[in-house]
DNA sequence: AAATCGGGGTC
DNA sequence: GACCCAGATTT
């Protein structure tokens, strides 16, 4: 566990503005969060973190790995009604193991993705397999587990099972990215350096390990905004962030061009998987309509949905699996 | 390393 | 209209 060698401390990302050092530098780095950085944003989160129903004492392993599945770029005020109804129909793995998969797809409305709901329920029907129907412990057990990358196994770990774990979400390395590296936003591409600085900036104590974790989560959700951030509520501002000592340079200017929704296969799965939840069961003359203009492009939507496992085939058309 | 995978709120 | 959101998986 944490065996890795530690990668090269002095890289940085390509949009990076790095203090020149000389490459026979001995000493290790001290770009890190201060203890005292810790204190405080741990202090923050205690009067304003949000009281979030995952969070509650009461709430187990599976149900914050529901959770984290469902917040995998999904915004909280969207997954909040969604896990509500979930954790209410199924409150198990097991519960969910042997819902109809046509009813977890339906649960799971316009979250977005579907493909992780059919990868939770796998998800569940593998942790009563392997696991008695308990979720595992452990990064790599978890890591084994369909859906679940390398942060929703390092949240599991901190914020069900309470163990320490190095947890780098789109929050965290923001925060990082400002607080100490200086840089308004971080690099598209998450990278090595990026996972050694939140791992020696995570503290060793068990305890405050997971505190930490939750609450520079929260400072990144709530003040360390992607677009206007809100320093003037910021714990760190007076306290160390190396972007506002710089004056809060503007990010430099990105050249590239997302793709745009507009007529990609992924809106179009998007409204046949729409089409499906209301209906059941729609004929390809109903899902053709989607797109008169454009008869392969729903063709292919069509048949990469079955591929999926999100629909399945009929004598007229499409029905949830 | 890059592409693909939804959907809606926000600026 | 472009960007953002508690990413994972495949190529």
């Not at 001290?30 to 741990?42: K, Y």
């Not at 979930?86 to 109809?100: G, Y």
């Not at 206007?228 to 503007?250: F, I, K, M, T, Y």
């Amino acid at each position: 566990m944490n065996g890795a060698p530690a990668p090269p401390l002095l890289t940085a990302g390509r949009d990076r503005e790095v203090p020149p050092r000389s490459a026979q530098e001995q000493t290790p780095p001290t770009d890190q969060v201060s203890d005292l950085s810790v204190e405080t944003v741990i202090e923050w989160f205690a009067h304003r973190g949000r009281d979030l129903p995952w969070r509650h004492e009461d709430t187990s392993a599976w149900a914050v790995l529901v959770s984290e599945v469902m917040l995998q770029q999904t915004p909280v005020s969207r997954v909040l009604p969604r896990w509500t109804e979930w954790m209410r129909q199924w409150p198990t793995p097991a519960d969910l193991a042997d819902a109809p998969t046509s009813e977890v797809l339906r649960c799971w409305d316009r979250l977005g993705y579907p493909r992780r709901a059919l990868r939770l329920q796998e998800c569940a029907r593998t942790i009563v397999r392997e696991h008695g129907g308990t979720v595992p412990r452990g990064l790599d057990a978890l890591r084994a587990l369909p859906g679940i990358g390398e942060y929703t196994a390092a949240a599991v770990t901190a914020f069900a099972h309470h163990d320490r774990a190095v947890v780098v979400d789109t929050n965290i390395r923001r925060v990082l990215a400002r607080s100490v590296e200086g840089v308004a936003l971080p690099a598209r591409s998450y990278s090595a350096a990026e996972r050694a600085l939140a791992t020696r900036s995570l503290p060793a104590e068990r305890e405050r390990s997971v505190a930490w974790n939750q609450a520079v989560m929260e400072l990144g959700a709530l003040v360390c905004t992607a677009r206007s951030p809100r320093c003037a509520q910021c714990p760190l501002a007076e306290n160390g962030c190396a972007w506002v000592a710089d004056g809060s340079p503007a990010a430099p200017v990105d050249t590239r061009r997302r793709q745009t929704f507009e007529g990609t296969d992924r809106q179009m799965r998007g409204q046949i998987m729409a089409a499906l939840r209301r209906d059941g069961e729609v004929p390809t003359k109903d899902l053709l309509a989607l797109d008169p203009e454009d008869r392969p492009r729903v063709e292919r939507c069509m048949m990469s949905l079955v591929a999926d496992g999100l629909a399945a085939r009929t004598e007229e058309g499409l029905r949830l699996p």
